[in-house]
């Protein structure tokens, strides 16, 4: 049940911009994002509900295809802090939100 | 104030042991949740509670048992630990389920020899 995150890694220079996909093969009611750091917790980025509302980080952009049941993540002009391990966690029913495998970005000088 | 707080951070523990895992959080949320993520970085679900009632229940091994005594706690004991359950073990919360956004737990990194 739980989605499908690509690419597995991806390696930028600074400045350069990335796209991080999501899709599921069952209807969703929402898709969030987070990013973790290494030895650290997951930490929010955005939501992004059925209907087409987004609640979330100004720098960060996402896209939400309801009909497709897929999500995108932009990560435009990136920084050395952008660096960490990106999750999309789906939610098929209330209570009840699965992660996807996670996605490696490295950002290098 | 810690939002989420798990403890401990770190247990190591041998073969066979009984350990509980303790998670409180003070944002009065009323769904929290318990993913183990492993070597790989998988974060996997295995339990959900919301209003202390257990929501999701995936297939964990039964000597695994959430316990939650009030809204604000939902503590993870596990019996018989094993090689396998090695892992980071995270607690969350949230507010109306998953449709807003997830606070997480430090983690307690778990080892078992």
């Known amino acids: 049940q739980q989605p499908v995150q690509s690419p597995q890694a991806v390696i930028l220079r600074e400045g350069e911009d990335a796209v991080i996909n999501c899709s599921s093969s069952k209807a969703l009611y929402s898709v969030h994002w987070y990013r973790q750091k290494h030895g650290e917790a997951p930490v929010f980025l955005m939501i992004?509900?059925?209907?087409?509302e987004q609640k979330g980080h100004d720098k960060i952009s996402a896209s939400f295809n309801e009909k497709k049941q897929q999500s995108s993540l932009y990560l435009t002009a990136s920084q050395l802090s952008y660096s960490g391990t990106y999750f999309c966690?789906?939610?098929?029913?209330?209570?009840?939100?699965?992660f996807g495998a996670g996605t490696r970005l490295t950002v290098k000088p | 104030d810690t939002a989420v707080s798990q403890t401990p951070k770190y247990l190591v523990t041998q073969m066979g042991n009984d350990k509980s895992i303790k998670c409180e959080q003070n944002l009065g949320h009323d769904t929290m949740y318990w993913y183990k993520q492993d070597s790989k970085k998988f974060l996997k679900i295995m339990f959900s509670?919301?209003?202390?009632?257990?929501?999701i229940n995936e297939t964990v091994p039964n000597r695994f048992s959430p316990k939650s005594p009030d809204k604000a706690h939902l503590n993870l004991h596990i019996n018989s630990l094993e090689l396998g359950d090695s892992a980071v073990y995270f607690c969350a919360s949230s507010s109306q389920g998953a449709r807003f956004e997830a606070f997480f737990g430090q983690g307690t990194r778990l080892t078992v020899v």
């Open positions: 509670y919301n209003n202390k009632e257990l929501i």
């Open positions: 992004l509900l059925k209907g087409g």
């Open positions: 966690g789906t939610e098929y029913n209330n209570n009840d939100m699965r």
